[in-house]
């Protein structure tokens, strides 16, 4: 946009600011803002149509029929002088469009005004208002469920996540089709390879079900904006003695796996697919084989996760029979 384009329009945003009170037509605004008739009658529509969308205008009907619009409030019209400033400055109201991933609130101002933060929270609100809201992409995606028991666990299955740096959050491992996969098994497959550290797969060992495809309509985390998700899931079992996972790795309890509020850290889980797909199979999850036939061994990081007060304690027990054990050698 030139600088003249810019003036007019930063004109147009005050003249629209100062009509509280009694509305003002479209050919009004136009004058007042020193834009030819025919500029005005194809400006003017579009402007207050874009300006709407943030509501702040109210519509009326002048006595001859004729739309007209005013500014809803004070705050309103302070907001748009406030475009009107940065469209003069020629600055940018929003950066940081180049980098995808957000996250949940609370938000610093940065990170608030940051590009696909704040289209998350449009498009969140949108979805919000509207449970058909289009969705403005489609994505092929599969995800594979690794269901195991670990020794010293109470006998409870668990199930394996994987941390989504982009989207920061923990969900299956999986991610989407590519043009270059033969089918959705074989993305999964490439999947488990890139996610599941030193994971080759292998045809006489390891198998993959196909459990179902599911489809979701939610606002991407990584790029902010309602997508609509079609999710081929399957089921990794191997006779593999173990199972070798990557930092990202986090194994969860299926109750903590479709409780909406459960949290690892301050990461959510995205599982909306997987409740839906938990719905359609019969016993749900837990009819599911286990995909490792022995139980796996808890890491020391597990066992502090499921049991801090005992650790705790055993930790402080090490600790004072250290402590009574220094006087025997001064």
């Not at 940065?110 to 449009?122: E, I, N």
């Amino acid at each position: 946009m030139g600088e003249a384009a810019r003036a007019h329009a930063a004109e147009l945003l005050e003249c629209l600011a100062a009509q509280q009170g009694t509305p003002a037509t479209a050919e009004e605004l136009g004058r007042r803002a020193g834009l030819t008739p025919p500029d005005a009658a194809a400006t003017v529509p579009v402007m207050l149509a874009l300006v709407g969308a943030f509501g702040v205008l109210k519509e009326e009907t002048t006595p001859d029929g004729t739309p007209a619009v005013a500014v809803i409030s004070p705050a309103a019209a302070y907001f748009l002088r406030g475009l009107a400033a940065y469209l003069r400055a020629g600055h940018a109201i929003l950066d940081n469009w180049e980098r995808a991933g957000t996250e949940p609130g609370p938000y610093t101002d940065r990170q608030v005004l940051a590009g696909p933060q704040f289209l998350l929270l449009t498009e969140s609100r949108r979805l919000a208002l509207d449970a058909d809201a289009v969705p403005l992409r489609e994505v092929d995606v599969v995800q594979i469920v690794v269901k195991a028991r670990h020794r010293g666990a109470g006998g409870q299955a668990r199930y394996l996540l994987q941390y989504d740096e982009r989207a920061r959050q923990y969900q299956l491992p999986g991610g989407h089709v590519r043009a270059s996969d033969a089918d959705h098994r074989a993305a999964a497959v490439r999947e488990l390879e890139e996610e599941l550290a030193g994971y080759r797969h292998d045809g006489d060992r390891d198998v993959l079900t196909e459990l179902g495809t599911v489809e979701a309509v939610q606002p991407s985390r990584t790029f902010g904006v309602v997508s609509a998700y079609r999710v081929a899931f399957f089921q990794l079992t191997t006779d593999a003695e173990r199972l070798l996972l990557g930092p990202g790795a986090h194994w969860v309890a299926q109750d903590e796996l479709l409780d909406p509020d459960f949290r690892v850290g301050r990461a959510s889980l995205n599982v909306t697919a997987l409740e839906r797909l938990d719905a359609t199979l019969p016993g749900g999850l837990t009819g599911l084989p286990l995909s490792v036939p022995a139980p796996l061994r808890r890491t020391l990081g597990q066992i502090v996760r499921d049991r801090p007060w005992e650790s705790a304690g055993l930790a402080l027990g090490v600790v004072g029979l250290l402590v009574s054990l220094v006087p025997l050698f001064l």
